[in-house]
């Protein structure tokens, strides 16, 4: 009897495995051969609101910024004669523009949301540059004049305004974020404020009130600024800095570099930040304001 309440434990197991793998999701996707053969550190992606068109940036190793088409990719796996196998077919692809102008290999890049292909791209020298997809299919893409430049080191993040289309915020190792417009001299920011005392690693633009700014620090800290704050350019011994008073919020909570920070995209008041602690935090700042206007329950 007991050998034969095994048999059947071992089969209804067995049963259960095959119902399993019966069911399992299956994943299709195509792989494109990088330009060059170069490793890639960071990619992008912009499509448009109908989904019809949708073009990647990735940064290469070796110094260049590729854009590429990915349109007919994603629609052949939209398609529903696509297969339902897993794939792995490697597909060569002509990037559809090159920028070539950065000194250095880069990490930071953001697309604009409001201007259809505005492109930021900054890289370890601390050039930042500007490149415009002309049409959906960016078959008239331009790199606009010359680098923005000013950061003495790496730029290691970059966010366009989400209330203006000529506007945008760069950090970078010099302890630095700076706010630039594209319309005026590339070489000196509208901005530029000594915010951290250790590498501004990340920074986040609030999408609901466009004047508030988020950095986080190799230090382990991340602070909240309010742009209305930062005051008149002043000459100082590294060009241009703006004097300002102290953030909205300071906290050292981490015990690591922070490695992203991120408002959330429909409330003002949350904010996700995650280090090399092994930690994500999330932190409600209306929480606090309730607390202080109603006392302590």
Not at 58 to 81: C, H, P, T, Y
Request: glycine share 8%; proline share 3%.
């Amino acid at each position: 009897d007991e050998d034969d309440n095994e048999e059947e434990e071992e089969n209804s197991s067995e049963t259960a495995v095959e119902g399993k793998k019966k069911w399992m999701p299956r994943c299709q996707y195509r792989a494109v051969s990088h330009a060059e053969g170069a490793g890639v550190n960071r990619i992008r992606a912009l499509q448009t609101a109908d989904a019809s068109k949708l073009i990647v940036a990735s940064w290469s190793e070796r110094g260049k910024v590729f854009l590429w088409d990915m349109s007919s990719i994603q629609a052949e796996l939209n398609s529903s004669s696509s297969t339902s196998k897993e794939e792995s077919t490697t597909i060569k692809l002509k990037p559809l523009f090159v920028v070539d102008g950065h000194r250095e290999e880069g990490y930071s890049m953001d697309w604009s949301r409001r201007e259809w292909g505005n492109l930021l791209t900054g890289d370890c020298a601390g050039g930042i540059y500007w490149t415009q997809l002309n049409g959906a299919d960016g078959s008239a893409t331009t790199v606009n004049g010359q680098a923005f430049t000013g950061h003495s080191g790496s730029v290691e993040d970059l966010q366009w305004s989400p209330s203006e289309s000529t506007g945008f915020a760069s950090s970078s190792i010099d302890q630095t974020v700076r706010i630039w417009d594209v319309r005026c001299d590339p070489r000196r920011p509208v901005i530029s404020a000594h915010c951290h005392e250790s590498d501004v690693n990340v920074i986040s633009w609030n999408r609901n009130v466009s004047y508030l700014l988020a950095s986080g620090a190799d230090d382990g800290s991340f602070k909240t600024w309010d742009l209305r704050n930062f005051n008149d350019m002043k000459a100082s011994s590294s060009g241009f800095e703006s004097t300002m008073s102290a953030p909205v919020a300071t906290f050292k909570w981490h015990l690591g570099p922070i490695t992203s920070i991120e408002w959330h995209p429909s409330e003002s008041s949350v904010l996700a930040v995650s280090g090399e602690d092994d930690q994500i935090s999330l932190w409600d700042f209306a929480v606090e304001r309730d607390q202080e206007q109603g006392g302590e329950e």
